[in-house]
């Protein structure tokens, strides 16, 4: 799916964190709030400490239920900042048709046409897999493996989409949020 040129007028300033779980996401957006920029946590992560847990099949794909909540959820998110305000979120829209193609499954109808209807900054800043910072958790249940496989998934849909990718330096934290705040400072008004 080829996007037309819908990021420059007016400028959409919805920019997307991503990467493969455990690549320091959520650690940026912290820092970037702290800096008085707008930040949206992670629904998955934020429904399942909440005790909302993904339903899995025998074949552990993940009931059509969760992802009705996490695509409601993200367009309520994408909905609640203007274009002219400065948000990152922690994934975006296009992050659930990576997941769909992890699990192999067609991504419904709902998705396609909010991937359509929501869009984000074209400049898509990317947590690539960073062992020595991954760890797992309760919620974050995936191996670095796994992390891996998801991380090339992720960014496959959002080049797909005509979203361009910025990945972040493997370095501090001082370092990716110098990357961030260089395209979005430098970025045509």
Do not use: C
Not at 95 to 121: G, Q, T, V
Not at 131 to 140: K, L, V
Not at 177 to 183: F, K, P, R, T, W
């Amino acid at each position: 799916m080829n996007r037309p040129d819908i990021f420059t007028d007016p400028p959409n300033n919805r920019f997307i964190i991503t990467g493969g779980p455990g690549s320091g996401k959520t650690t940026l957006i912290e820092k970037l709030q702290s800096k008085g920029y707008a930040g949206f946590p992670e629904i998955a992560r934020q429904l399942i400490s909440q005790g909302i847990a993904p339903s899995f099949s025998p074949d552990k794909r993940v009931s059509s239920q969760f992802f009705d909540i996490i695509l409601s959820q993200r367009i309520l998110q994408h909905q609640q900042i203007g274009v002219a305000k400065i948000a990152f979120f922690d994934r975006g829209i296009p992050d659930s048709l990576a997941y769909f193609n992890y699990h192999k499954k067609k991504a419904p109808d709902i998705l396609l046409e909010a991937l359509k209807n929501f869009p984000y900054n074209q400049h898509v800043f990317v947590a690539p897999p960073w062992e020595e910072i991954y760890f797992s958790d309760a919620i974050r249940t995936e191996t670095f493996s796994e992390a891996q496989k998801l991380y090339e998934i992720i960014t496959e849909a959002y080049k797909s989409l005509g979203y361009l990718l910025v990945e972040l330096p493997k370095s501090t934290l001082e370092s990716r949020l110098s990357a961030v705040l260089d395209i979005i400072e430098n970025r045509p008004q």
